[in-house]
């Protein structure tokens, strides 16, 4: 069985909604925000041909995107 791997965000993790576009924290450049249509939208923005999750549901994800 392959490993699948899990992430857990309480609903008082999430904060503030997110933007279009925002200054990456690894390479200081500007990243535009993409969001996938599910039944929960996972945000997330592309660096250096690596995805970073940045929020779910339009809410930004508390402490992962800061530096």
């Known amino acids: 069985m392959e490993d699948i791997p899990y992430m857990a965000v309480g609903n008082e993790q999430l ?4 933007e279009e576009v925002i200054t990456c924290s ?3 450049e500007q990243h535009i925000i993409h969001t996938t249509v599910s039944k929960i ?3 997330y923005y592309i660096c250096s041909g690596k995805s ?3 929020g ?8 992962m995107n800061d530096r």
């Open 15 to 18: 904060g503030e909604p997110i």
């Open 56 to 63: 779910i549901n339009r809410r930004k994800i508390g402490g």
């Open 26 to 28: 690894i390479c200081n």
């Open 52 to 54: 970073y999750i940045y």
């Open 41 to 43: 939208e996972l945000s």
